[in-house]
């Protein structure tokens, strides 16, 4: 994964990589996807739902940049994957998940695999999760068509959010990461992606 896939297109965070190495992918997989866990791309779970590109998900910790002291929260736990990456790089994670399934799931593989200083919460992380706000990094892994006014406010000064935004319905989405600095938040646009909505509820 790290040489053909990682490297090779813009991973070069070392501490990124060897987190990236020391998440079994394959055990967020029902066992009949475990086969492919090492392709790059995204596979199915359940609820209708995918666990992200392994490429997508190096790229998208890489740009937020996650420190040893930040507490972060992802939108979408999914599989619990990419929260089980990030919480090798960063103090805590709180992940929201809107099915409630998923979250179950989700929290008992990360559980089973001492991922401890991630928790899983169920619901809609559109509003984000205000009580462990605010956030150093944020993560969206799903698009929305502009960006939850509730993560802007969450994040804390100097924080990062990595999000895909859904500019058109005709377009690939744009995966951004927004910098707040004091009162001011900009974005720069990252690359095109395909995440599944993020819906509300
Ligand atoms: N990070 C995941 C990929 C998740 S796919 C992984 O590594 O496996 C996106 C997830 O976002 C799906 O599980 C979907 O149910 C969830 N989702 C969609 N809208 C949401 C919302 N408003 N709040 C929380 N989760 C949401």
């Known amino acids: ?21 020391s998440v079994p992918r394959e055990e967020f997989l029902a066992p009949r996807m475990r086969r492919h866990a090492y392709e790059d791309r995204a596979l199915a779970i359940e609820c209708g739902q995918t666990i992200s590109q392994p490429l997508v998900v190096a790229l998208m910790i890489q740009a937020a940049s996650p420190q ?11 599989s619990g994957y990419a929260a089980a990456v ?7 994670v709180v992940s929201v998940e ?5 979250a179950e799931q989700a929290s ?13 919460a169920v619901g809609d992380g559109s509003f984000g999760w205000p009580s462990d706000a605010p956030y150093n990094v944020i993560l969206v ?12 406010d969450q994040l804390a000064d100097g924080g990062r959010m990595v999000i895909p935004v859904a500019v ?13 600095r004091g009162p001011d938040v900009m974005y720069r646009s990252l690359f095109p992606v395909l995440f599944v909505p993020l819906r509300s509820g």
């Open 141 to 152: 892994a799903a698009a929305a068509s502009g960006v939850p006014p509730a993560l802007i």
């Open 168 to 180: 058109s319905a005709q377009e690939p989405q744009d995966l951004r990461v927004y910098v707040r």
């Open 108 to 120: 008992e593989t990360l559980r089973r695999l001492g991922f401890d200083n991630v928790e899983v």
């Open 86 to 92: 990030l919480s090798r790089l960063c103090r805590k």
């Open 1 to 21: 994964m790290v040489a053909e896939q990682l490297r090779p297109h813009g991973v070069t965070d070392e501490r990124v990589l060897g987190a990236m190495v």
């Open 68 to 78: 040893p002291e930040d507490v972060a929260l992802e939108v979408g736990t999914g």
């Open 98 to 102: 809107r099915e409630p399934a998923l």
